[in-house]
């Protein structure tokens, strides 16, 4: 973003060179923004997810994100993501991000993940020697 913001600043340099008022290069920006958001952008989408209670139309939209961050493991993260955020999902209320948690347990592979209905609470095991008996 910083570097478009420098870029477009760079050519209003120029513009202002050439005479142009610096109002008349905001116009033109502004112009140039709505046309991008009205008429280019709508027509760019790859996927568009009609139901958010499908499975397969939401693990198609999701992929792609996946992809960036855990390649070879994307379909595997993906179905256990589509999984985890559809079960939350309900049909009056909006997907709430802080509906779906996360509870990481040592000792395992991402391949031995899945997701549990309810809730998880993750309880440390402690260890008690024979010893610590005998000194109370």
């Known amino acids: 973003m910083i570097l478009f913001t420098g870029s477009l600043l760079e050519n209003a340099e120029e513009l202002i060179r050439l005479g142009l008022k610096p109002t008349e290069i905001i116009d033109g920006y502004e112009m ?4 991008v958001l009205d008429e280019i952008l709508p027509k760019l989408t790859v996927h568009e997810v009609k139901d958010v209670r499908n499975v397969d139309e939401v693990l198609k939209a999701i992929r792609s994100s996946v992809m960036s961050k855990q390649y ?3 379909d595997f993260l993906s179905a256990l993501i589509a999984k985890a955020c559809i ?6 209320a909006a997907f709430n991000v802080d509906n779906v ?3 990481k347990i040592l000792g395992s592979g991402i391949n031995k993940s899945e997701v549990v209905q309810g809730m998880v609470f993750k309880k440390v ?3 008690k020697s024979s010893f610590d008996y005998f000194k109370n």
């Not at 140039?32 to 046309?35: D, P, V, Y």
């Not at 079960?87 to 009056?92: F, I, M, R």
């Open 32 to 35: 140039a923004a709505n046309k």
């Open 72 to 74: 070879g493991n994307e």
């Open 87 to 92: 079960s939350v999902t309900t049909k009056d």
């Open 101 to 103: 948690r996360i509870c």
């Open 125 to 127: 095991v402690i260890f």
